[in-house]
């Protein structure tokens, strides 16, 4: 088995062909959205190959350290994974095939007007583990 990373972008990815913004959606069609994520996400559940999946705010802030005794610096002059990145799902699957298929099906999550989205997801193999050495 092998884990990919499936990351839904809010930019910085090809449009959708359904590109309409979800504040934009009606409360229906964001529920129904919702569902196909977790309905795809239980699929997934019961075949073994479903590991994790979270949504996420436009909320966040990088960070990083500017040395010992100093705070760290937040922010910067380049766009921010709170702008780009939506949420994720890994998956754990026996091929890179599968894993395309699944990617192509969550692609398909119904948006505005009930019409599958097909928005570009971001598919990302993991580092393989490494084997412990022993001497």
């Given at each position: 088995?092998?884990?990919?990373l499936?990351?839904?972008?809010?930019?910085?990815?090809?449009?959708?062909?359904?590109?309409?913004?979800?504040?934009?959606?009606?409360?229906?069609?964001?529920?129904?959205?919702?569902?196909?994520?977790?309905?795809?996400?239980?699929?997934?559940?019961?075949?073994?190959?479903?590991?994790?999946?979270?949504?996420?705010?436009?909320?966040?802030?990088?960070?990083?350290?500017?040395?010992?005794?100093?705070?760290?610096?937040?922010?910067?002059?380049?766009?921010?994974?709170?702008d780009?990145?939506?949420g994720?799902?890994?998956?754990?699957?026996?091929?890179?095939?599968?894993?395309?298929?699944?990617?192509?099906?969550?692609?398909?999550?119904?948006?505005?007007?009930?019409?599958?989205?097909?928005?570009?997801?971001?598919?990302?193999?993991?580092?393989?583990?490494?084997?412990?050495?022993?001497?």
């Amino acid at each position: 088995m092998a884990k990919y990373l499936l990351l839904k972008h809010y930019r910085g990815a090809p449009a959708a062909v359904n590109d309409v913004p979800m504040d934009q959606w009606t409360p229906e069609e964001v529920t129904a959205h919702v569902r196909y994520m977790e309905d795809f996400a239980a699929r997934l559940r019961s075949t073994g190959e479903y590991v994790d999946s979270q949504a996420l705010t436009t909320q966040g802030t990088f960070v990083r350290s500017d040395g010992e005794g100093r705070p760290p610096v937040t922010d910067g002059p380049f766009a921010e994974t709170k702008d780009l990145i939506a949420g994720w799902m890994i998956i754990d699957v026996d091929t890179y095939d599968r894993a395309l298929e699944l990617a192509g099906e969550l692609s398909a999550a119904p948006g505005a007007g009930g019409v599958p989205v097909q928005e570009w997801l971001e598919l990302r193999p993991f580092y393989a583990e490494l084997p412990t050495v022993t001497e």
